[in-house]
């Protein structure tokens, strides 16, 4: 039997759960007030704050830290890398401390799960399937701007634990399998899977891809353009039109798709139209996916919050059922995903070495 602590650090909390092996024996969840984290002018400012409330926490609950033997930090804005886990190197906190991809709360996962781990002797830290994992085909990264490569930043980390979670239900290896998974969040991801690699999915952050709960996704790019000039708006006001704005707020002025329904079936009709139109994005995605597997797919996967939703899923699956089986798995449980990648390098599985990849740039404007 093997502990492992996981740290998930998210903008307005810190969660973080013991496991004894896949078994979650306790779990707590840090609410930081507006307060407490605006005083921070940067992600990792944050860090002494969060590091010493995780281990008075600990401390509290008498959990004894000698007893772990893995640390997993929930993965950051690294540049981009293949799937899997990853050992917390110097190079990676490093990379890190830069933020060139961006700042977000998840950056601190890596250096808490790494400060954690040199106190207990013999227990290392590990980050595993952050965003910013890249497995694109080449063919894939070409957009029509040659200075516009395309990118990836999608659930990389739910739609790998999912797509395990169902290749175990039906007796297969993920390796061997051929998936369409649709991440259906706050932001919307879809990825094509083929034996054990996404060889396609949309950049789901500030980028294209279906409409969703609070971003906007695919938008006529020319108009776009036209808004930057206008001088009607800041760049900051943009992005979050692109990213948080965006999507079922913008419309509708809600994110909650449930209580979003429930409007629609009492007789809103430009909430029902935009539901509508949200589901058809993310139907249209998925047919996009089955096009780069060409058909050959085992199965379509829903997922995450939204796919509690009957309204939603029911539209996608209308779309989807004469073009592939659909399967549906609401929720996600980042914490576990976290520990079950912990638990396959307990089990012999070798971590991979973090290091940027020689070429690497960044387009951040």
Not at 1 to 25: C, R, W
Request: aromatic residues 8%; charged residues 25%; proline residues 3%.
């Amino acid at each position: 039997m093997h502990k492992i602590l996981v740290i998930n650090p998210g903008s307005t909390s810190t969660k973080f759960a013991v496991y004894e092996d896949d078994l979650q024996t306790a779990i707590y969840t840090v609410r930081h007030s507006t307060e407490e984290v605006i005083q921070y002018q940067h992600i990792l400012d944050q860090f002494d704050f969060r590091y010493e409330l995780i281990m008075k926490t600990l401390d509290e609950n008498g959990v004894d830290l000698s007893e772990f033997s893995i640390i997993m930090g929930r993965g950051g804005m690294v540049p981009p890398v293949e799937s899997g886990v990853y050992e917390v190197n110097e190079e990676m906190l490093e990379t890190l401390r830069k933020h060139e991809r961006g700042e977000h709360a998840s950056n601190l996962g890596a250096f808490l799960a790494d400060k954690i781990a040199r106190g207990i002797p013999g227990c290392k830290a590990y980050i595993a399937d952050p965003v910013a994992v890249d497995e694109l085909e080449e063919v894939a990264r070409i957009s029509g701007m040659p200075e516009l490569p395309r990118r990836t930043i999608f659930h990389a980390l739910n739609h790998k634990a999912t797509a395990r979670l169902h290749a175990s239900k039906v007796g297969k290896n993920y390796e061997d399998m051929n998936l369409v998974v649709a991440h259906l969040g706050g932001g919307v991801t879809i990825g094509a899977h083929r034996k054990g690699r996404v060889i396609e999915v949309n950049q789901g952050l500030d980028g294209w891809g279906a409409i969703s709960p609070e971003r906007a996704g695919t938008v006529d790019a020319g108009l776009l353009v036209r808004m930057c000039f206008s001088g009607k708006y800041t760049q900051h006001e943009l992005m979050r039109k692109l990213a948080g704005q965006g999507g079922l707020i913008a419309h509708c002025g809600s994110n909650n798709v449930q209580e979003l329904v429930k409007k629609a079936e009492a007789g809103d009709s430009h909430v029902a139209l935009v539901l509508q139109a949200f589901a058809y994005s993310v139907g249209k995605e998925i047919g996009a996916m089955l096009a780069v597997l060409k058909g050959e797919v085992d199965g379509v996967i829903l997922t995450g919050g939204v796919a509690y939703n009957d309204f939603i899923v029911d539209y996608v699956k209308a779309m989807i059922d004469p073009l592939a089986t659909v399967y549906v798995y609401p929720g996600e449980d980042e914490m576990a995903a976290l520990a079950s990648n912990a638990l396959r390098v307990l089990q012999g599985e070798i971590p991979k070495i973090f290091k940027v990849k020689e070429g690497y740039v960044d387009y951040s404007f």
